[in-house]
Structure formats: structure tokens, C-alpha cells
């Protein structure tokens, strides 16, 4: 279904929230909206292959409509559990939909909760496919440290985030960039402004720099930026 959802203007007040117009139309909002997701989607089938244990679990955290958790469902060829968790209950209603007629053998878990409830345990692959990006700043260390102790040695988190950067001058090229692909993908200017003002505080980004001190601190032996387009990159965190 395409994203029409700022086609007209709407109250400034109301924020941007994961709901059943959303969940509808994510699919579209996602391609026109974030270059390089596809393949981001497919290297996490990709890297959970490789990383993912025998007799392990593999979690989805923030799993909206199910893309990452597919991804990994349909490389990995080890005996493994997926659990794949949302908090919101349009998009947890539509993933179940989608894993229902998906005929992998994987067994996997969904879950409607706040990830930050959810205990990680005996974890090889976790996944946070821009997701981190709409909690709290104060509850994100909390959250990364909670994966860190969940995860088996040698287990890897794939963090995706969108960032901001500290130079402004590279922060004015990438957003008007970042504006130029998503007006090429049939986006008005009343449209984004829309989108825009929707997300302000409830997508707070942060630099790749502080996104990796973090990861660093909690333990993670090694973190490397394995994919970037324009303001979007995904982190791999080893164990």
C-alpha cells in the first residue's frame, strides 16, 4: 500500500507513532524513505548465517513487520530459536501474519512488548534494526548492556541508526542528500516537512562516534561501521 499519511497537513501535536496506518503502509514509507534498507535486511540473513549457534537464540528487537527476522529465518541452517519483538500491536498483528505463511523451519517467537522488558538469554545473534533510535537517551545504555550480558561469547549485535554527524557542514550535505532521494521517490514537500515534525523527539539520533563509545564501554570487543548510506549505517558488535 503506498504512504499517503502527510499527503495532507496534520496536526503538528500529533507524534509519529507505529500504529495500524503505519504498519499498512511501512513497507513503501521504508523504501522511499531509508536508501540501502533492502540491503541491510539481506547482509543480516548474511551475518546471522555466520554467527549464529547451535542450540542459541536469535532476537529481532523492534521487529516491526518481520524483514530482519525473515532474513535471518531463511539463511541460517543451524538448530536455532527466533524471537522477534515489537512493541506496537498493528505491527506485531501484521509480522504474524507474514511468519504464518512463511514455511521455514526455524521456530520463531513473537512477542508485543517494550524490548527494554524483554530478557535476552543465551543469545548468538541480536538484531536492532533502527530501533534504538526511539527510546530514551537515558535508556539506551541500559538496554545495550542488558544485550551485552545476553549475548553468548563470540555473539554479535547488529545495530542500525540512523545518525547525525558532528561537523555541520557534513551534517547540511547528507540531510539535504537524504531530501533529494526521498523527493526522487515521489515524496512532496509537504510530505516530508510532515513526516519531519511527526518524528521530532521521537527520533533522537546520535553520532556513529557515540553510538560505538557505547558498545565499547559495555564490552564488545570489536565494532565496525559495515554499512553506510547517507545519514543510515549499521554497526557489527562482536562479543
Not at 528487537?61 to 539463511?75: K, N
Not at 547525525?164 to 550535505?173: A, E, L
Amino acid at each position: 500500500m503506498k504512504d499517503k499519511i502527510y499527503k495532507k497537513p496534520l496536526d503538528p501535536l500529533v507524534k509519529f507513532t507505529f500504529n495500524k496506518q503505519v504498519a499498512d503502509v511501512f513497507p513503501d514509507m521504508i523504501a522511499r524513505s531509508v536508501p540501502g534498507y533492502d540491503t541491510t535486511i539481506a547482509m543480516i540473513g548474511v551475518l546471522a548465517e555466520k554467527y549464529a549457534t547451535d542450540g542459541s537464540v536469535c532476537y529481532d528487537l523492534g521487529s516491526s513487520l518481520g524483514a530482519a527476522t525473515l532474513a535471518m529465518r531463511h539463511h541460517i541452517s543451524k538448530n536455532v530459536k527466533i524471537v522477534a519483538v515489537d512493541n506496537s500491536a498493528a505491527m506485531v498483528e501484521k509480522s504474524q501474519k507474514v511468519i504464518d505463511r512463511d514455511h521455514s523451519n526455524i521456530p520463531v517467537e513473537i512477542i508485543c512488548e517494550d524490548i527494554r522488558n524483554v530478557n535476552v538469554l543465551n543469545a548468538s545473534v541480536v538484531v536492532l534494526n533502527y530501533t534504538l533510535q526511539f527510546l530514551e537517551l537515558d535508556a539506551r545504555d541500559l538496554l545495550i548492556e542488558k544485550i551485552y550480558k545476553g549475548l553468548n561469547q563470540g555473539g554479535i549485535l547488529i545495530l542500525s541508526e540512523k545518525v547525525r554527524f558532528q561537523d555541520n557542514g557534513t551534517q547540511k550535505r547528507i540531510t539535504d542528500l537524504h531530501l533529494a532521494y526521498k523527493k526522487a521517490n515521489g515524496y512532496s514537500d509537504l510530505e516530508i516537512a510532515g513526516k519531519r515534525t511527526a518524528l521530532e523527539n521521537v527520533l533522537i539520533s546520535e553520532t556513529i562516534e557515540s553510538h560505538k563509545a557505547r558498545l565499547e564501554k559495555c564490552g564488545f570487543k570489536s565494532v565496525n561501521v559495515w554499512f553506510q548510506c547517507l545519514p543510515f549505517m549499521s554497526l557489527l558488535a562482536e562479543k
